[in-house]
């Protein structure tokens, strides 16, 4: 069974402009997530999306927005980047959307911004 | 109160001794407890989790013990390889959490040979 998976691994972006992230669920699965893993920071939860829709979202500017696709890949888009969004943005999906599903983490996009 | 406070942030042991991380949380509608392992370039592995309703659970040489009163948890990695060098990061989350996992800071581990 494959895994979560991402694109781009890495990404290089300047001051203001937009990055797009993708990624494709373990088959079978509903639910994606996202998360920004800053340097010092942690794991954050940014998205959560089930069956198209999204379901949660945590402290994060509305300049972070996503999808999910009906294919249940999702798409999470930052707009007017500023430099301290500079991290790793990890993906995970679960079987569904039920709160305490076990999520599976992709390998990441590492977004820079200079 | 949303928050999971992780202990120590790193950790250096020899190869075979029993690492010990701590993790304590506030928000009593926690009912769910992961552990995740992180090695670098990688996402976070699913290692063991556990729900508030048993004191211990164990896989392979991966323990949790949970303290449901002191709201506290715990893992314990037995007999030590340097193959777990890593980064562990506890976590928890509830049903009401919306899919919300909330995770601890991170602890790096080193076991040296």
């Known amino acids: 069974e494959a895994g979560v998976t991402q694109s781009p691994t890495h990404l290089i972006k300047t001051r203001g402009q937009q990055a797009t992230l993708r990624c494709s669920p373990i088959s079978g699965h509903t639910s994606v997530y996202w998360y920004q893993q800053a340097l010092g920071l942690g794991l954050q939860f940014l998205l959560w999306y089930d069956e198209g829709e999204e379901r949660n979202r945590g402290n994060f500017p509305p300049r972070f927005s996503g999808r999910q696709f009906p294919n249940y890949s999702s798409e999470l888009n930052v707009n007017a980047l500023e430099l301290e969004d500079s991290a790793l943005y990890l993906c995970a999906s679960s079987r569904q959307g039920r709160g305490t599903d076990t999520q599976y983490f992709g390998p990441g996009t590492r977004l820079t911004v200079l | 109160q949303q928050q999971v406070k992780q202990s120590p942030q790193s950790l250096i042991v020899q190869k075979g001794g029993i690492p010990i991380i701590n993790c304590a949380y506030e928000n009593t509608a926690f009912d769910y407890f992961p552990w995740y392992q992180q090695f670098p370039g990688k996402g976070p592995a699913l290692l063991i989790a556990?729900?508030?309703?048993?004191s211990e659970k164990k896989e392979g040489r991966f323990t949790i013990s949970f303290n449901k009163s002191a709201k506290q948890f715990s893992l314990h990695i037995m007999d030590s390889q340097p193959g777990d060098s890593a980064t562990y990061f506890c976590a928890a989350t509830s049903g009401t959490s919306y899919g919300k996992l909330t995770f601890g800071q991170g602890t790096i581990l080193t076991v040296h040979p």
């Open positions: 556990i729900r508030p309703d048993v």
